[in-house]
């Protein structure tokens, strides 16, 4: 079993999500200007959930990633799977909020193992809780850490005169593509 550290978490997610920073930027781009159009948004919403299993390959991800016509072909297992996991993390927030962070993280795997290994949505589930076992508190503190540095550079962005929001805005873009690549190094260090 695979075991990940909140150092090479950072350091190594960091470092995937600047590789990338540009693809998803203009991935996310072109999601915003197209998530309103019927069908097309779905498989497009499914590239982008998608991006963090691209980037764990070290390949180069395209500029136009998220129009990948496979994912069109996975929206069911994902409706499913989605449904299954929002059904499980609300039961487990109504039991006092723990078990609730528990079993989103146990999960979090789930949508990228279904649309990356073509997994039904149960056997998914199962894998992404066998994988994130025993590695969910470097996950969880990872995920912490990660969230109040970029809230601390934000909060300093935000106070420059006359340019902070936009400053803090454009990082706010680049935090996102950082944390794929977070995500992209747990699932590359997971699924080895």
């Known amino acids: 079993m695979a075991q990940i550290t909140v150092v090479g978490i950072l350091k190594d997610g960091t470092q995937i999500g600047i590789k990338n920073l540009l693809p998803v930027f203009v991935n996310f781009?072109?999601?915003?200007?197209?998530c309103w159009i019927p069908y097309i948004n779905i498989g497009t919403?499914?590239?982008?959930i998608n991006l963090p299993a691209k980037m764990s390959k070290d390949e180069t991800l395209s500029f136009t990633e998220i129009f990948n016509p496979v994912y069109r072909k996975y929206m069911g297992e994902g409706f499913l799977t989605l449904s299954l996991m929002v059904g499980g993390i609300c039961a487990g927030y109504m039991l006092f909020i723990i078990p609730g962070i528990v079993i989103s993280i146990?999960?979090?795997?789930?949508?990228?193992?279904?649309f990356d290994k073509g997994m039904d949505p149960i056997a998914a589930l199962r894998k992404s809780n066998d994988l994130t076992y025993g590695n969910k508190l470097m996950i969880f503190l990872s995920i912490l850490a990660y969230s109040i540095l970029?809230?601390?550079?934000?909060?300093?962005?935000?106070l420059i005169p006359a340019v902070g929001p936009i400053l803090a805005f454009i990082f706010l873009l680049a935090a996102g593509s950082l944390l794929m690549g977070v995500h992209a190094y747990i699932y590359r260090e997971l699924t080895k």
């Open 106 to 114: 146990a999960w979090s795997l789930a949508l990228l193992l279904v």
């Open 150 to 158: 970029m809230s601390i550079v934000m909060s300093i962005l935000s």
């Open 29 to 34: 781009l072109l999601f915003a200007l197209t």
């Open 45 to 48: 919403l499914i590239g982008m």
